[in-house]
T-cell receptor, first 113, second 115 residues
Framework: GEDVEQSLFLSVREGDSSVINCTYT??????LYWYKQEPGAGLQLLTY?????DMKQDQRLTVLLNKKDKHLSLRIADTQTGDSAIYFC?????????????FGTGTLLAVQP | DTGVSQNPRHKITKRGQNVTFRCDPI?????LYWYRQTLGQGPEFLTY????????KSRLLSDRFSAERPKGSFSTLEIQRTEQGDSAMYLC?????????????FGPGTRLTVL
């Protein structure tokens, strides 16, 4: 079945690194995504990783993928107060006509000054 | 601003009324998606268009819901005989088919409140 799970809440201090974790169940997922949602706003695509990659780095963001354990993580280096938001991971299935994304429930990141 | 726009941003209606939302995707994007998000949850897929063809529908999309994309550009989502359970944020996204990541870019959403 399709299910994406995330921890609900993470609190860090400004300047520290944040690590947000996600597990998924669809082993046929081809792409995995991270989105950011600020209060009252839509979703902002941060980054994505193809399933044949282990790691992807984009400025302060590092995505790690462990296909064996179906575990995805997003590391934010030097976390700033502006990073406070809800972070969603999402998976995209493979094959057929499906292009839908399956989202997790989101992790609320609170950055303390 | 991703370039995806949605109107209206907020809609308050009484139970039993019909409502229609509009989404304008990024102009060169041929794929358009509708999702629904309730408080404390991630978005849930409703339906997807490639150009004007509706290629996939979720079982969440009951017969009271209908979506169209008549000219392969903007899309409308209509909910007939609204129920309180329809209260949610309705999100639209678009993507450029054929690219590897098929990145979906979201609009700001339409928040529906059914009284």
């Amino acid at each position: 079945g399709e299910d994406v799970e995330q921890s609900l809440f993470l609190s860090v201090r400004e300047g520290d690194s944040s690590v947000i974790n996600c597990t998924y169940t669809d082993s046929s997922s081809t792409y995995l995504y991270w989105y950011k949602q600020e209060p009252g706003a839509g979703l902002q695509l941060l980054t994505y990783i193809f399933s044949n990659m282990d790691m992807k780095q984009d400025q302060r963001l590092t995505v790690l993928l462990n296909k064996k354990d179906k575990h995805l993580s997003l590391r934010i280096a030097d976390t700033q107060t502006g990073d406070s938001a809800i972070y969603f991971c999402a998976e995209r299935g493979y094959g057929g006509a499906t292009n839908k994304l399956i989202f997790g429930t989101g992790t609320l990141l609170a950055v303390q000054p | 601003d991703t370039g995806v726009s949605q109107n209206p941003r907020h809609k308050i209606t009484k139970r039993g009324q019909n409502v229609t939302f509009r989404c304008d995707p990024i102009s060169e994007h041929n794929r358009l998606y509708w999702y629904r998000q309730t408080l404390g949850q991630g978005p849930e897929f409703l339906t997807y268009f490639q150009n004007e063809a509706q290629l996939e529908k979720s079982r969440l999309l009951s017969d009271r819901f209908s979506a169209e994309r008549p000219k392969g550009s903007f899309s409308t989502l209509e909910i007939q005989r609204t129920e309180q359970g329809d209260s949610a944020m309705y999100l639209c996204a678009s993507s450029l088919g054929g690219t590897g990541g098929n990145e979906q870019f979201f609009g700001p959403g339409t928040r529906l409140t059914v009284l």
